[in-house]
């Protein structure tokens, strides 16, 4: 945690395990609402949905980056994820996002890999979430992405970057241009440039770490 209130590190557990990439990919599948919280995660809810299988990938990749496995493993997950990724139009790194990732749609999403966003973050499509910009040195370049808290919801078209940092429980607002700090928890916030519109968070939004149930009960794709 920030000396920030309301401010998370975000990203900061990763996939260590087995273990952990189940429990990790069933919280992003109830995040998405393709599986209830209580279902259990199987080869058909995989591939029931194109974003399903690649939420899959996405931490299976974590966990071969994170922790020692075969190499027979690790290449060919690395092959899956790179096919799947591709196909969706997802440019995500392993250990970007946290526990609870919804993507709703397919369509490009570009994710720098030195930033940070917390657990049950909900995104849209045509995202970025970009570094500050420039050729600097790769060591530099950790501390020149963004950090974003839990429970965020990011809509269409948001454009994040620089050396920014977004508390938990905000809404950036669809085609946002997000450029600067935004550290008051659970505000919304739009425009180009970004400003606070509104005190109303993702309450609602997205669902917190209890992972409610979310209302829409459809099991094959996401609810927006």
């Known amino acids: 945690m920030s000396n920030s209130p309301g401010l998370n590190e975000g990203a900061t557990d990763q996939v260590?395990?087995?273990?952990?990439?189940?429990?990790?990919?069933?919280?992003?599948?109830?995040q998405r609402g393709a599986i209830k919280p209580g279902a259990s995660l199987g080869l058909g809810v995989l591939l029931r949905h194109p974003i399903n299988m690649f939420m899959f990938l996405l931490r299976a990749k974590e966990w071969t980056v994170n922790a020692r496995v075969p190499a027979i493993i690790r290449l060919s997950v690395a092959v899956m994820f790179r096919?799947?990724?591709?196909?969706?139009?997802?440019?995500?790194?392993?250990?970007?996002?946290?526990?609870?990732?919804?993507?709703?749609?397919?369509?490009?999403?570009?994710?720098?890999?030195?930033?940070?966003?917390?657990?049950?973050?909900r995104t849209h499509v045509c995202v970025n979430i970009g570094g500050g910009g420039g050729l600097?040195?790769?060591?530099?370049?950790?501390?020149?992405?963004?950090?974003?808290?839990?429970?965020?919801?990011?809509?269409?078209?948001?454009?994040?970057?620089?050396?920014?940092?977004?508390?938990?429980?905000?809404v950036i607002g669809a085609n946002a241009v997000v450029n600067s700090s935004f550290e008051k928890p659970g505000c919304s916030i739009a425009g180009v440039p970004a400003r606070v519109i509104s005190d109303k968070g993702s309450e609602g939004m997205v669902l917190d770490s209890s992972m409610s149930p979310v209302t829409n009960d459809r099991q094959t794709g996401a609810t927006a």
């Open 16 to 30: 260590q395990s087995w273990s952990d990439v189940k429990r990790w990919v069933h919280r992003d599948l109830v």
């Open 83 to 121: 096919r799947q990724s591709m196909r969706l139009g997802f440019s995500i790194p392993p250990n970007t996002f946290g526990p609870g990732l919804a993507i709703v749609h397919y369509g490009p999403i570009v994710v720098n890999g030195n930033a940070r966003i917390g657990a049950n973050c």
């Open 136 to 170: 600097v040195d790769p060591k530099a370049a950790h501390g020149l992405a963004p950090v974003l808290g839990d429970n965020i919801y990011i809509g269409p078209g948001a454009k994040i970057f620089g050396t920014i940092r977004i508390a938990d429980r905000c």
